[in-house]
């Protein structure tokens, strides 16, 4: 027999085996050293949820990511990442870091998302990390990708003072989830918002977006410029305006 002594399994069921190598020396004594043995499991499925929610987020609002591991083994090893989108958002530690069986492990994430985060895709990653006498390549597993909703607005994105000429029309951005309701108002009265601007639609403009946190109007000053606009200080019409900012919150 060789120097070596090669021991070979075809399956491990025990956890928490500590082998250990005797030899006998050439002077007749007898020695021994103890090895270090991992036995690991990669896990049988990961999934994420959010805690006590369904349905869409409201932003600004803070909600609570679950990783859930399945069966996994040495838990020690087992490094959780949370990630949105291909963004790394943490790793949280496990409170279980004794036991050597296969165990499932829960992992949470605090997250207060905001409307920029509507559509983004969340998802965890399990990794077992084994050290260099582990597998070349560390047992991963993913979950599932959770494609977040998130309620927002509505916004409006609006000059407060616009300079128009004839044929121009009036346009305000407005931003919202779902999409707000949009009404436009000429001296206090419904109309339907002018797509090729004349002298006539002189008067006073207010653009209010009703959402699901509320609403809020905006009332812009037009400065008409007619015709072509060269000779401003003869043809200016002012419009009477003003600015009302108006957020009912409806949380």
């Known amino acids: 027999m060789g120097p070596f002594v090669v021991w070979s399994v075809d399956s491990m069921t025990e956890w928490n085996e500590k082998p250990s ?4 020396s050439e002077q007749g004594g007898q020695c021994h050293i103890n090895l270090t043995l991992t036995v690991y499991k990669p896990p049988d499925r990961v999934s994420i949820s959010f805690v006590n929610h369904t349905g869409p987020m409201s932003e600004g609002h803070q909600y609570t990511l679950q990783c859930t591991v399945q069966h996994v083994a040495p838990v020690e090893n087992l490094v959780v990442t949370f990630y949105r989108g291909q963004t790394a958002l943490g790793q949280p530690q496990s409170n279980n870091n004794t036991e050597k069986k296969p165990v499932t492990e829960i992992f949470s994430l605090n997250i207060t998302p905001s409307k920029e985060d509507d559509g983004v895709q969340y998802w965890c990653e399990a990794k077992l990390e084994l ?8 047992p991963v597993v993913t979950s599932e990708k959770l494609t977040a909703t998130v309620h927002f607005g509505p916004q409006l994105v609006c000059q407060t003072k616009l300079r128009v000429r004839e044929g121009e029309s009036l346009s305000c951005e407005v931003r919202g989830n779902p999409p707000p309701l949009v009404t436009w108002f000429r001296d206090g009265q419904v109309v339907s918002l002018p797509t090729n601007l004349s002298r006539k639609d002189a008067g006073k403009y207010t653009v209010s977006a009703n959402g699901l946190f509320g609403q809020k109007n905006v009332t812009v000053e037009v400065e008409f410029l007619a015709g072509s606009g ?3 200080s003869c043809n200016r019409h002012f419009l009477l305006a003003g600015l009302l900012m108006q957020m ?3 949380l």
């Open 230 to 232: 060269t000779t401003i």
């Open 21 to 24: 190598c005797f030899a006998l």
């Open 131 to 138: 050290g260099p006498d582990g597998p070349q390549l560390p």
């Open 248 to 250: 009912i919150n409806g």
